[in-house]
């Protein structure tokens, strides 16, 4: 038995590293949104909302974000007709525990792996603005398309820029790359 869990020290390492802190901020963010009434946004999901309403201002888009009277959502309205919502999910947060629990796990000297883990987090909410602004903008000339769009094309390329950023990581930054 020692000598099995010699061989696959690192591998339960990683392994016990990745689930811990995953479990840990899941449970910590679902306090977090516990905290709030069930028809209230919470404060990450209106930024985020926030953040999309001054992106799409940016390139002077007519659009409007308000927060529903009786669901916890923003709704997204563009050239006055109503696209999206903005719900908990769309805030991105499940997927910066899912990429800090990945790094923590594959950790590397201190200040890179801090350094890496809050830059990916500010690319991955930039990439995730982004997304939702797009997402709102598509989805009003081609509404047909909304299950490819929503279910299948962004979440590829929200998934797909955390996969790479953690390609990147193993193969540069980890202890595991030498």
Known sequence: MKKYLTQFKPFLIFISTFFAAYILLT???????DSFKTTDVDGITYVVGKNV?????????????????????????????????????????????????????????????????????????????IRIA????????????????HGVLFPLIIYGAVFILWVIWINKFSK???
Request: hydrophobic share 55%; net charge positive.
């Open 27 to 33: 449970i910590a963010y679902k306090f977090y949104l």
């Open 53 to 129: 309403y001054q992106l799409m201002n940016l390139f002077n888009c007519d659009i409007k974000i308000n927060e529903s009277i009786s669901n916890a959502w923003l709704e997204v309205w563009y050239n006055k007709k109503y696209v999206i919502r903005i719900v908990e999910g769309c805030n991105a947060v499940s997927i910066f525990i899912l990429f800090f629990s990945f790094i923590l796990a594959f950790s590397g000297k201190l200040k890179t792996t801090v350094l890496y883990i809050l830059f990916g987090i500010m690319f991955i909410y930039v990439l995730n603005v």
């Open 134 to 149: 797009l997402l709102a903008v598509l989805l009003f000339y081609f509404p047909e398309q909304k299950h490819i769009l």
């Open 176 to 178: 595991y790359a030498t």
